[in-house]
């Protein structure tokens, strides 16, 4: 049973929120029975979770808010690079896998890698890179996280762009 610290109502989810150090290291989508029946007894909340929740409605109510919350990363060198370089996506705009490949002399295969072990999406905003012909994967492809992308992109009112500001 995975215990989260915050569970949070978004729009098209729920979301199952875990704080390391009381930053965020963790956003699960409890999108099926398995994944909510996992989720046990949220405690109290501390006041990291309750600034996560204020961030989140805050995101929520108006999409072009920017997230300023602190993370808890654990992943490979090259995968906290990409998720570093994600964060400074700014609400609305969206750049490709293959504007990150060249930015990180990576490949756009390899940034797809690292967005979809992404442990912290809508904070780190994966669902902000697309493909050249469309939407891209998200969070692991299947057709309900796609759905999740989307609908964050359309609450952003995202427009594609040529890239981003350092």
Not at 19 to 47: M, Y
Not at 48 to 65: H, I, N, P, R, T
């Amino acid at each position: 049973m995975k215990q989260f610290d915050l569970l949070y109502s978004a729009p098209f989810a729920l979301l199952g929120v875990t704080l390391t150090r009381g930053k965020v290291s963790g956003i699960d989508f409890l999108d099926n029975e398995k994944s909510l029946a996992e989720a046990s007894e949220i405690p109290e909340k501390s006041k990291s979770a309750q600034k996560v929740k204020e961030e989140l409605d805050c995101y929520f109510k108006d999409g072009l808010y920017p997230l300023d919350l602190s993370v808890e990363l654990v992943g490979s060198p090259f995968q906290i690079k990409v998720w570093q370089t994600l964060r400074k996506i700014k609400p609305g705009n969206t750049v490709s896998y293959g504007m990150l490949a060249r930015q990180l002399n990576s490949s756009a295969r390899a940034i797809g890698g690292a967005c979809r072990t992404n442990p912290v999406p809508i904070i780190i905003p994966c669902h902000r890179v697309v493909s050249r012909q469309g939407l891209g994967g998200y969070c692991g492809d299947d057709e309900q996280r796609i759905d999740y992308k989307r609908c964050l992109l359309l609450h952003e009112k995202f427009q594609l762009v040529l890239g981003f500001e350092e």
